[in-house]
């Protein structure tokens, strides 16, 4: 069943929530420009311009959102429409910063998006000197980190709809092919399958495999060959999808499923860690320590993975380091990889930490696909 998206996935109790979020960070208001942030509280999906649409929340006072004249139209026709939001339309000719710094007043301290353009930031800063500013993701990450059940509802739909893109690309990874042209039919699919948007689409063959974040060449992929597929895109919804799978042409080296098998159990032993209470940094271990004890440590270059919402990277990481303990709710990547150089490989799934363990939002075979 698709959730409701006006009411469930972005629920118009929201915004008071952030009011009192905002509060309790000791801020006078945040400001939040198009993105998830925005699209989070609002449910307004807007796009970033140079003209100034911002949504104001004042930690004492009604939130208002200023927005362009030729804007408005489309802002009452989103979610935002239908929540007790003024919305303040501002004429070509006006200055929309200096009318956010009156409305708000003297505060001394501001939230601005993290994702909000360098130029509105400073334009901020100079029409509200006495404001100190800070990432609004003090208070919104806390927020946005716990997924709603229809929020994960949206993950286990950008999930299936990127299983069914994976389970085409047999047919599309021939050799003979150009990186390129398997990436170009793999986007086709990824919005054939219910994405809005296409978010990367990375093919790597044979030594490309060994850059995780190599995109798409020229290259002619050949017979024997390894093939790294990592894929994702952005649902109408808003959530992301964000999936890795490895393919071979014919028979693999024999030195690539030596440490193949070794991936695989420590991709599933990184998953079977997750449950409440527990650590990201110990999901990192419970990976790292498979792929290190079989010699290939020093071939896993990055992190296990990366949370996953409105945004496909976003809080919690799963690295060394952050000992926030997971809570039911929380969507990430586990997503080890090794790259030895010749070739490489990473399996990744994103999962949720449910009440007692974890639960896959991706179902695609983890095994080597072997394409013919
Ligand atoms: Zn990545
Ligand atoms: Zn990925
Ligand atoms: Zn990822």
Same mark, same amino acid.
């Given at each position: 069943? $698709?959730?409701?998206?006006?009411?469930?996935?972005?629920?118009?109790? *929201?915004?008071?929530?952030?009011?009192?979020?905002?509060?309790? &960070? +000791?801020?006078?208001?945040?400001?939040? =420009?198009? +993105?998830?942030?925005?699209?989070?509280? =609002?449910?307004?999906?807007?796009?970033?311009?140079?003209?100034?649409?911002?949504?104001?929340?004042?930690?004492?006072?009604?939130?208002?959102?200023?927005?362009?004249?030729?804007?408005?139209?489309?802002?009452?026709?989103?979610?935002?429409?239908?929540?007790?939001?003024? /919305?303040?339309? #501002?004429?070509?000719?006006?200055? @929309?910063?200096?009318?956010?710094?009156?409305?708000?007043? +003297? !505060?001394?301290?501001?939230?601005?998006?993290?994702? /909000? #353009?360098?130029?509105?930031?400073?334009?901020? *800063?100079?029409?509200?000197?006495?404001?100190?500013?800070?990432? &609004?993701?003090?208070?919104?990450?806390?927020?946005?980190?716990? $997924?709603?059940?229809?929020?994960?509802?949206?993950?286990?739909? &950008?999930?299936?709809?990127?299983?069914?893109?994976?389970?085409?690309?047999?047919?599309?990874? $021939?050799?003979?092919?150009?990186?390129?042209?398997?990436?170009?039919? !793999?986007?086709?699919?990824?919005?054939?399958?219910?994405?809005?948007?296409?978010?990367?689409?990375?093919?790597?063959?044979?030594?490309?495999?060994?850059?995780?974040?190599?995109?798409?060449?020229?290259?002619?992929?050949?017979? +024997?060959?390894?093939?790294?597929?990592?894929?994702?895109?952005?649902?109408?919804?808003?959530?992301?999808?964000?999936?890795? *799978?490895?393919?071979?042409?014919?028979? @693999?080296?024999?030195?690539?499923?030596?440490?193949?098998?070794?991936?695989?159990?420590?991709?599933?032993?990184?998953? *079977?860690?997750?449950?409440?209470?527990? =650590?990201?940094?110990?999901?990192?271990?419970?990976?790292?320590?498979?792929?290190?004890?079989?010699?290939?440590?020093?071939?896993?270059?990055?992190?296990?993975?990366?949370?996953?919402?409105?945004? =496909?990277?976003?809080? @919690?990481?799963?690295?060394?380091?952050?000992?926030?303990?997971?809570?039911?709710?929380?969507?990430?990547?586990?997503?080890?990889?090794?790259?030895?150089?010749?070739?490489?490989?990473?399996?990744?799934?994103?999962?949720?930490?449910?009440?007692?363990?974890?639960?896959?939002?991706?179902?695609?075979?983890?095994?080597? !696909?072997?394409?013919?």
């Amino acid at each position: 069943m $698709k959730p409701d998206v006006t009411t469930e996935l972005y629920p118009p109790a *929201r915004l008071a929530r952030v009011r009192e979020a905002t509060a309790e &960070a +000791g801020l006078g208001a945040l400001l939040l =420009t198009p +993105g998830p942030d925005l699209r989070y509280v =609002t449910g307004y999906d807007a796009i970033q311009l140079e003209r100034l649409t911002c949504l104001a929340v004042p930690a004492e006072g009604d939130p208002f959102l200023v927005v362009p004249r030729l804007e408005l139209a489309a802002a009452q026709a989103s979610p935002a429409g239908s929540l007790d939001l003024e /919305m303040v339309p #501002w004429e070509e000719t006006d200055d @929309p910063y200096a009318l956010v710094a009156r409305r708000l007043g +003297g !505060i001394d301290a501001v939230g601005v998006a993290d994702r /909000m #353009w360098a130029v509105m930031a400073l334009r901020f *800063r100079d029409a509200m000197p006495q404001a100190r500013q800070v990432p &609004a993701s003090r208070v919104m990450s806390r927020l946005r980190i716990r $997924k709603s059940p229809a929020e994960v509802a949206a993950l286990r739909e &950008a999930g299936a709809a990127i299983d069914r893109v994976h389970r085409q690309v047999p047919a599309l990874l $021939k050799a003979g092919r150009t990186e390129r042209e398997v990436g170009r039919d !793999i986007a086709e699919a990824i919005v054939a399958e219910g994405h809005a948007r296409v978010d990367f689409v990375i093919v790597g063959s044979g030594p490309n495999a060994a850059s995780p974040h190599h995109e798409l060449s020229d290259r002619v992929i050949r017979p +024997g060959e390894p093939v790294v597929v990592d894929i994702g895109g952005t649902m109408p919804s808003g959530y992301c999808s964000d999936e890795t *799978r490895n393919y071979c042409i014919g028979e @693999p080296p024999a030195d690539y499923l030596a440490y193949y098998e070794v991936l695989q159990r420590a991709q599933e032993a990184a998953c *079977r860690a997750v449950r409440p209470g527990t =650590t990201p940094e110990e999901v990192d271990a419970a990976a790292r320590r498979i792929i290190a004890d079989a010699g290939y440590g020093e071939h896993f270059i990055h992190r296990t993975g990366h949370g996953i919402g409105l945004e =496909t990277h976003e809080d @919690p990481y799963i690295v060394a380091g952050n000992t926030e303990p997971l809570e039911p709710g929380m969507a990430f990547s586990v997503e080890p990889g090794i790259y030895p150089g010749a070739h490489g490989a990473r399996i990744e799934d994103i999962v949720v930490c449910t009440e007692d363990g974890f639960e896959r939002m991706n179902h695609v075979d983890r095994g080597l !696909i072997i394409v013919d």
